[in-house]
């Protein structure tokens, strides 16, 4: 009798976990849900082996949403099952620092303390760097492609700053989407877009300049659903560099 209770209640329990599973799976494959309650879905789901096993199962189905491809990656990687943290490795790997190898799970990152001036040398390094100045301001300092950071520390975490800026396609602002336009000749054009008028469309690219297209050449254009950020740019930083820009951005009030 007792075998039965326990095997009945372990069937409940499984059903469960398994209905938890669809429902979340369902937020991050619906477009129309805003983006912050996909995000969240998807560190749900990595929060348990069946959950995590579901997000490996889209990238086999490729039909891992692809703004949500970095967070799916440290979600998994933070799950607590050690098989389904190693299938991980394989399926959705951590991005790489500039050494080659595979960064630290957020949470681990999050315990580090970096160096602010160091992390400022970073932030401006133009030079085989991230070169950040390139697209954000501090102050009077740098262009404004992407969102100011003037007081950027009183706004984020420490853990939601390593998410800015490791899954930035999870973490668009509203007016710095990014844009893509193909006009009639062919060209494609990208780049958030400033202007949109009867006659005209005007997008700002990665190097801060303008782009005015006459809304009679372009062919088609459409909002992407990934960051202007690019999701490698770790690749021009160590694991220290990213903790000290971190450090750095924190102190930004």
């Known amino acids: 009798m007792a075998h039965r209770v326990l095997t009945l209640a372990a069937a409940l329990l499984l059903a469960s976990v398994q209905d938890d599973v669809a429902k979340s799976l369902g937020v991050v494959l619906d477009v129309k849900s805003p983006l912050a309650e996909r995000e969240a879905a998807v560190k749900a789901l990595g929060k348990s082996r069946a959950g995590a096993q579901a997000l490996i199962d889209l990238v086999d189905k490729s039909t891992m949403p692809a703004e949500l491809k970095a967070t799916a990656a440290f979600a998994v990687a933070s799950c607590p099952d050690a098989d389904t943290r190693s299938k991980g490795e394989q399926k959705l790997p951590l991005p790489k620092s500039k050494d080659g190898k595979p960064l630290p799970p ?148």
């Open 106 to 253: 957020i949470a681990e990152l999050v315990d580090r303390k970096g160096d602010a001036k160091a992390g400022a040398l970073v932030f401006r390094n133009n030079n085989g760097g991230p070169n950040c100045i390139g697209c954000h301001q501090i102050g009077d300092e740098g262009k404004q492609v992407g969102p100011p950071l003037t007081t950027v520390g009183t706004k984020l975490s420490r853990e939601q700053f390593f998410e800015a800026i490791l899954t930035p396609s999870a973490s668009i602002l509203m007016s710095f989407e990014l844009w893509i336009v193909k006009t009639k000749d062919g060209d494609i054009k990208s780049g958030i877009k400033t202007e949109d008028t009867d006659d005209h469309l005007t997008l700002k690219d990665s190097n801060g300049d303008y782009i005015d297209i006459p809304t009679d050449k372009i062919a088609e254009k459409k909002q992407s659903a990934l960051s202007m950020m690019p999701e490698d740019i770790t690749k021009a930083m160590s694991v220290k560099d990213l903790v000290d820009v971190v450090e750095y951005l924190m102190q930004q009030k």
